[in-house]
Nanobody
């Protein structure tokens, strides 16, 4: 396991934007897949977006066209640009990393997690 530290969460009005960052300890390029998950109160943690070492990306349908995931291996940092935010995007957002990457969307596949950052979208 390695340390992942998220930042960039906050309170924003519907339609606004936020950019989340996830700094990784060590070389982020060693991870086959890095991803963002989110967990709203009373709900299970869900996959939001993932990116492979070769920059292939995958998004959950609800965020396609609004969120963009990227990674800067030189800075060992993962990003999530979130535009056109909606109240239903409100959740704690977690950064995750895996040296595997078979399904991308399964929580149990990831062996390193950040502490989470709160995103709140007001209507």
């Amino acid at each position: 396991q390695v340390q992942l530290v998220e930042s960039g969460g906050g309170l924003v009005q519907a339609g606004g934007s936020l950019r989340l960052s996830c700094a990784t300890e060590g070389r982020s390029s060693r991870y086959n897949v890095m991803a963002w998950f989110r967990q709203a109160p009373g709900k299970e943690r869900e996959f939001v977006a993932g990116i492979s070492w070769s920059s292939n990306t995958y998004y959950v349908d609800s965020v396609k066209g609004r969120f963009t995931i990227s990674r800067d291996n030189a800075k060992n940092t993962l990003y999530l640009q979130m535009n056109s935010l909606k109240p239903e995007d409100t959740a704690v957002y977690y950064c995750a990393a895996t040296t595997s990457g078979i399904t991308w969307t399964t929580v149990g596949e990831y062996d390193s997690w950040g502490q989470g950052t709160q995103v709140t979208v007001s209507s």
